[in-house]
T-cell receptor
Framework: KNEVEQSPQNLTAQEGEFITINCSYSVGISALHWLQQHPGGGIVSLFMLSSGKKKHGRLIATINIQEKHSSLHITASHPRDSAVYICAAAKNKLIFGTGTLLAVQP | GAGVSQSPSNKVTEKGKDVELRCDPISGHTALYWYRQSLGQGLEFLIYFQGNSAPDKSGLPSDRFSAERTGGSVSTLTIQRTQQEDSAVYLC????????????FGPGTRLLVL
């Protein structure tokens, strides 16, 4: 069993839909990262959180330390949100989930 | 200022050759990480440097892989006697400190071993 699990693996949404990507981890962490990777592009750090909730534009990330679970939400999704979203648990290094491939159709 | 830079952006080599991949972190960042992303696979941790501490090499897949960081800045990842399974995108990231700090990723080096 992977130490960091993401779901779903693939997600197709219509433009404007509310999207949720889930991440569960089984290790003790100091923080959890959400990363975005566009096709053929580099990796961008979206959020780093250790408790509660963070919001940046249409993106919201939450974490429940007791349940070892985090979610990434995208409101009013847009085709430019199409990318792979990766969660990573931070111990003394990052342990990555397998990623969620999101396709937002116009 | 400039972000994390990596060179070369692409490298094609023959099986058995040695390769060196370079990473220039963001100035002032004390932590530097190397990751690998194989085709169709997720990201995989390789090695981590933090200041003057001994590096965490726990992710290196074999003794053919090594890395160094000179002067607390530039890092070089060396793969000796490359194998076809070494083909991947090698990513470098840097941050101000420990793994709970935001990491800034370089564009990666795409390595193809023929």
């Amino acid at each position: 069993k992977n130490e960091v699990e993401q779901s779903p693996q693939n997600l197709t949404a219509q433009e404007g839909e509310f999207i949720t990507i889930n991440c569960s981890y089984s290790v003790g962490i100091s923080a959890l990262h959400w990363l975005q990777q566009h096709p053929g592009g580099g990796i961008v750090s979206l959020f780093m959180l250790s408790s509660g909730k963070k919001k940046h534009g249409r993106l919201i990330a939450t974490i429940n330390i007791q349940e070892k679970h985090s979610s990434l939400h995208i409101t009013a999704s847009h085709p430019r949100d199409s990318a792979v979203y990766i969660c990573a648990a931070a111990k003394n290094k990052l342990i990555f989930g397998t990623g969620t491939l999101l396709a937002v159709q116009p | 200022g400039a972000g994390v830079s990596q060179s070369p952006s692409n490298k094609v080599t023959e099986k058995g050759k040695d390769v060196e991949l370079r990473c220039d972190p963001i100035s002032g960042h004390t932590a530097l990480y190397w990751y690998r992303q194989s085709l169709g696979q997720g990201l995989e941790f390789l090695i981590y440097f933090q200041g003057n501490s001994a590096p965490d090499k726990s992710g290196l897949p074999s003794d053919r892989f090594s890395a160094e960081r000179t002067g607390g800045s530039v890092s070089t990842l060396t793969i000796q006697r490359t194998q076809q399974e070494d083909s991947a995108v090698y990513l470098c990231a840097s941050s101000f400190g420990l793994a709970h700090e935001t990491q800034y990723f370089g564009p990666g080096t795409r390595l193809l071993v023929l």
